[in-house]
């Protein structure tokens, strides 16, 4: 009934084209599952040309340098990993060096020991914690991201134990995984970032000569079941979101390489297209994505990224349109990840990432060096420090980096305006001097689409870092499916730097990816200057009450006398209760409340809030509590499935009529 209920939700949400495609998806679907139930499944067809005992030839290859110019000190790490890797040991959210039995067990949840269904994937929910685990768990090591770990470690050190450690993973993969059963093939996102990790795997250990005989037979024919059914399934509507470009760029990159395949050519023209439609569709002319989850402009901009470049090798260069947003989205992250070590986390964050390289996924130094060699921007010339890892495996000989590199520290801050998407950066100050400060304001949409699956109801909140280090901090995202309380707290409106009434959020939430009433927000005034400026802005969000409140935030930072002043005004003509909430970061220490007033450090710098008179003032600190799902204020999560405690500031109050609550942030 529950499931039932979603469902219905969200059929409300789809257009009727939606409905028309998801009927027809159906449709298919079920004409598939007679196939696979019967095994009248379609094997891979190659071209006229294709030889099947002759030397495999890709139509390009993944690295292409001297490999004598790898980094040594990049080197413990990645054949420390290695080693793991071939005993089975992985890491990934919450999981540190779990074994994942041997032979690997493909169908488990490794976090809680819970099996999957192996059942045809018709009859697979995935959302179904209780027999299938949390979805994301058991799928994380069905990326295959390892298995491109091992095969640059054989490439660095030419020892046949990686390239071997490469095909007995794949073999054992394809041996639990037939076709159309089981969890690893309910998901097209899964299966396009699969088989661009089998691209990366496959080329770098060819000289190793593995990919021979019957596992190389295998294998295409595999390769040809994901692109046929990725490319058949590709996301429409409410779900064309970052799953779109992901599965668009799986068949790109694998038709592309596979090009023996019969039908490569049309499955890469056809993805081709997708690519080129979404890159625009998803993106603001800022370059922010429109699903306003900041970790998935990482996702996604790997996805473009990488396609680009293969496109690039083989002669089928995307358009110009395509790279200069490509360019806007690198620019984006940059920017806003410019006056701090953190990235912010506003809306959801999965940890997803197409391809290890050797550079976390949210790594800002790694973007920017890949950025600078296809860009002339500044920003991404004084944003890194170093060359990065990822750059010598994907560009190696074919690019020089444009520009050398400057030191971080040496960079003023100055604000900037990111209209197109809600977005308002004040900063300003250089950490050469010790007085940087930049904060970030939220006055965006809610989401993609209407169900705006990854957004949180933030509106008017803000982030602030001081030299560098976070003050106060979006809460992250946790969970998605194993804990659904704390999948609802780290998205509800008291998780963020905002205003709270009547204990209500400012968006209304009807599943978990699904909100079915939009606060919506507007900039009314922005003023930039050298030591800051000025930011107005306002949302609808509490007009449904039954007695309307408007909320309106004002932000002046003048970091010359190293002051934020917030002013939020209440418009309304009835009686509300109202909570300002304020989430200092992990780095805050030795905090103490007096009255009105909380002091804290910060690094090397003392901080002082001073919060209205006439609000009662608490604070709250994330306890470890007996009940997991019991969800609490007073954590951050800055990675899926972990969470550290912190000190939330709560000041709450009452008001009837219109007015003005004034909180100012000093340091020293």
């Given amino acids: 009934m529950q499931a039932l209920s979603w469902y219905v939700k969200r059929i409300k949400t789809m257009s009727a ?29 190659f071209i006229p040309s294709y030889q099947e005992n002759a030397k495999f030839s890709p139509a390009f290859s993944v690295f292409v340098g001297d490999i004598g110019k790898f980094n040594p000190a990049w080197k ?58 949390d979805c994301k768990l058991v799928w994380e090591p069905n990326r295959h991201h390892q298995l491109v770990v091992l095969a640059r470690a054989y490439q660095v050190t030419g020892q046949m134990k990686y390239a071997q450690g490469v095909v007995n993973q794949l073999t054992s993969w394809l041996d639990a995984n037939p076709y159309g059963y089981g969890m690893n093939w309910r998901n097209p996102l899964e299966l396009g970032i699969r088989i661009i990790n089998w691209v990366w795997a496959i080329d770098l250990i060819l000289a190793s000569g ?23 399934k590709f996301s429409q509507g409410s779900s064309a979101n970052n799953h779109l470009v992901g599965e668009a760029a799986g068949v790109y990159i694998a038709a592309s390489y596979f090009s023996m395949l019969k039908d490569a050519q049309h499955w890469r023209q056809k993805s081709k297209a997708v690519l080129e439609t979404e890159i625009q569709a998803q993106t603001f002319s800022d370059g922010c994505s429109r699903e306003h989850g900041f970790s998935y402009q990482f996702f996604v901009w790997q996805f473009y990224l990488f396609s680009s470049q293969i496109a690039h090798w083989q002669g089928d260069v995307f358009s110009p349109a395509y790279q200069h947003t490509l360019n806007k989205i690198a620019e984006f992250i940059a920017l806003i990840a410019q006056g701090g070590d953190d990235y912010p986390m506003l809306g959801d964050q999965d940890d997803g990432y197409a391809l290890d390289l050797g550079d976390h996924v949210h790594n800002i130094n790694a973007l920017c060096d890949l950025a600078a060699h296809l860009y002339d921007d500044h920003i991404f010339n004084s944003s890194t420090q170093r060359p990065s890892e990822s750059a010598f495996w994907l560009f190696n000989q074919r690019i020089e980096r444009r520009q050398q590199t400057t030191s971080q520290s040496t960079v003023s801050l100055s604000s900037h ?123 609808s969000g509490y007009k449904r009450l039954s007695s309307p409140l408007v909320h309106q935030r004002s932000l002046a930072l003048d970091s010359q006398k190293r002051r934020l002043q917030i002013s939020d005004q209440i418009l309304t003509q009835g009686d509300h209760d109202i909570a300002l909430y304020f989430h200092l970061s992990e780095y805050c220490s030795d905090i103490k409340i007096d009255g009105q007033i909380c002091r804290l450090n910060l690094g090397e ?17 994330g306890e470890w509590h007996k009940d997991p799902d019991h969800p609490s204020l007073g954590w951050i999560s800055r990675g899926y499935h972990q969470r550290t405690a912190i000190t939330t500031l709560i000041v709450k109050g009452s008001v009837s009529r219109e007015q003005l609550f004034t909180t100012s942030i000093d340091w020293v």
């Fill in 17 to 45: 084209k939606e409905i028309i495609w998801r009927i027809t998806s159906l449709s298919k679907s079920l004409i598939e599952h007679l196939r696979v139930k019967t095994n009248f499944l379609p094997k891979a067809k």
């Fill in 605 to 621: 710098n003392q901080v002082v809030i001073s919060f209205p008179d006439n609000l009662t003032l608490e604070s709250i600190h």
């Fill in 210 to 232: 593995l990919f021979i005989g019957d596992f190389k037979a295998r294998l295409l024919n595999s390769v040809y079941l994901h692109c046929r059914d990725v490319s058949g």
């Fill in 417 to 539: 305006k990111f209209s197109a998407s809600g977005y308002y950066l004040l900063q300003a100050g250089s950490l050469e001097k010790q007085d940087q400060v930049s904060v970030l304001f939220d006055c965006a949409e809610l989401g993609y689409t209407a169900i705006a699956a990854h957004g949180h109801a933030d509106a008017l909140s803000l982030v602030m870092r001081i030299n560098g280090l976070d003050l106060l901090v979006d809460s992250g995202t946790y969970d998605y499916y194993s804990f659904p309380n704390w999948r609802d707290q780290f998205r509800k409106t008291q998780a963020h730097n905002t205003l709270e009434v009547d204990g209500r959020d400012q968006s209304v939430m009807t599943g978990p990816f699904m909100w079915e009433q939009h606060a919506k927000a507007q900039c009314l005034k922005w003023h930039a200057s050298d030591i800051g400026g000025e930011v107005i802005g306002q949302h």
């Fill in 76 to 133: 413990p790490a990645l054949l420390s990993k290695a080693d793991k890797i071939l005993q089975h040991k992985l890491s990934f959210f919450d999981l540190q060096d779990h074994d994942l039995e041997t032979p690997i067990n493909w169908h488990k949840d490794h976090a809680t020991g819970q099996p999957t269904s192996l059942a045809a994937i018709m009859s697979v929910n995935y959302r179904d914690i209780r027999i299938n685990g």
